[in-house]
């Protein structure tokens, strides 16, 4: 079916001043999408001034990647319903997909004057950014994280400083990024390009070190609006993905529900069973991770990360001999796995099977030298048994290791090693960022021990 409008067809002044609009077919479209595309597609044939059937047909091109006409639908859409906020900012995004920032920012612009919507701010302030206006980027981003547009619009205030030459400032905005979002690796480089800047050639070394093959993921932005748009192309792959990415940013009940979104596509995805168990772990939900964990078993029982998963709930349940038997199972799989091997050394030392446990997070280490639970708690014993040498060692890599929000107690840990070696400098600025952690984590318990060591610290 094809759409070929003449403006001739139109009436009234308004629509004498749109773009024409663009030939659309449903054959533009993936097989699974052509039913909804045709219905659009008639809509706007039956009445082309309603913005309405105009920003409709925008949006499912817009989920399919055909940007220049999407942005043209709403363009229409936006004039014909005199401004409303949702075509005025779809159109930005388009503009802004399709490297037309100018024009983006002119549309993000237009849109907070209708509405005021973090994702807006955000978008503006990136496309400022990328349009060469960092300092007007720096005010609708500083606007952004007020209306609390979380992780995505620090990241984007951090690089907007950093583009200004503002390194003193962007550094702790960006650390603050990465603490609410750990597994992005664009924030993870972002800071150590951040870093190398100031001149802190280590630190910037130490943050690349730890950036994941192909982690260069941005922090995910919690945007409703575009949401639906993306959701007319989405598979249970797309589903997966923005629940592994929710999942990261600690939003794991919006995570569930994509991870559950993924199976009502298809029932046997195991992956989606798998992470599910750990979410749900996560949640104390042990009911509701057994199920799906017993799902992703009758579908693939050789799953290394299924059975690592289900022993983490078990452990939550005070259970240690179940985890064990899981985290054994996870080594069946695959007798390499550093994950595995850490997770039973913690197992085992919760039944006081100390020398077995160090055997384990030994074996981890040897599969991968910053495995950060593995390395904490060799750090630990060795401090317990007064080999602080080894300890800081030890703890050294474990700051290595992926983020894994220990950091506040790896720091404090490091610092007393640092401390009995008589390394007080090094010891006091691990206190305070061990501090600086675990408030900002709301560890309370942890800054109380933390501020008493650096009390005694000063007194020396």
């Not at 690089?159 to 990465?178: Q, S, T």
């Not at 990360?305 to 899981?326: F, Y």
Request: aromatic share 4%; with cysteine; net charge negative.
């Amino acid at each position: 079916m094809g759409l070929a409008i003449s403006l001739a067809a139109c009436v009234g002044g308004v629509e004498r001043s749109l773009p024409a609009i663009p030939d659309v077919t449903s054959e533009d479209f993936p097989g699974n999408a052509r039913d909804l595309a045709a219905q659009r597609i008639r809509a706007v044939e039956e009445d082309a001034g309603d913005p309405w059937a105009n920003g409709d047909l925008g949006t499912i091109l817009h989920a399919h990647e055909q940007l220049a006409r999407a942005a043209v639908l709403y363009e229409r859409a936006e004039t014909l319903s005199s401004g409303e906020f949702r075509w005025s900012y779809l159109r930005g995004v388009a503009l802004q997909e399709a490297g037309r920032h100018g024009e983006a920012a002119a549309s993000f612009r237009r849109a907070l004057a209708k509405r005021t919507y973090a994702p807006a701010a955000v978008r503006l302030g990136e496309s400022l950014v990328a349009d060469g206006n960092p300092k007007d980027a720096e005010v609708a981003l500083r606007t952004a994280v007020q209306l609390d547009g979380g992780a995505a619009a620090i990241y984007a205030l951090g690089r907007a400083l950093m583009e200004l030459g503002k390194r003193n400032e962007a550094i702790p905005v960006l650390e603050r990024a990465l603490s609410l979002a750990p597994s992005s690796g664009a924030v993870r480089y972002a800071l150590a390009m951040a870093q190398r800047a100031a001149g802190n050639e280590q630190e910037a070394k130490r943050q690349l070190e730890m950036l994941a093959p192909g982690g260069n993921l941005k922090p995910p932005l919690d945007d409703p609006v575009f949401a639906r748009v993306e959701a007319l192309a989405a598979n249970e792959h797309y589903f997966l993905n923005t629940g592994k990415s929710l999942e990261a940013a600690g939003r794991l009940e919006e995570a569930i529900r994509s991870y559950e979104q993924a199976l009502e596509l298809a029932p046997r995805l195991a992956s989606a069973h798998v992470n599910l168990v750990g979410a749900f772990g996560r949640l104390g939900d042990s009911e509701r991770a057994r199920a799906h964990y017993d799902a992703a078993t009758s579908i693939d029982p050789d799953i290394e990360e299924l059975h690592n998963n289900w022993g983490i709930v078990m452990a939550a349940q005070e259970n240690p001999s179940g985890a064990m038997a899981a985290f054994r199972r996870a080594l069946e799989v695959n007798p390499n796995s550093s994950k595995a091997h850490a997770n039973l050394g913690v197992a085992l030392t919760s039944l006081d099977q100390v020398e077995k446990a160090i055997e384990h997070f030994r074996l981890a280490v040897a599969n991968d030298p910053n495995n950060r639970p593995a390395r904490l708690n060799l750090g630990v014993q060795a401090l317990e048994y007064d080999r602080p040498e080894e300890a800081a060692r030890h703890l050294e890599a474990a700051l290595e290791g992926d983020e894994d929000g220990s950091g506040a107690f790896v720091r404090f840990t490091l610092g007393r090693a640092y401390r009995r070696l008589g390394r007080d400098a090094e010891a006091s600025e691990e206190m305070v960022h061990a501090l600086r952690l675990a408030e900002e984590n709301d560890l309370r318990e942890l800054a109380n021990l933390i501020e008493l060591e650096i009390r005694q610290l000063a007194r020396k």
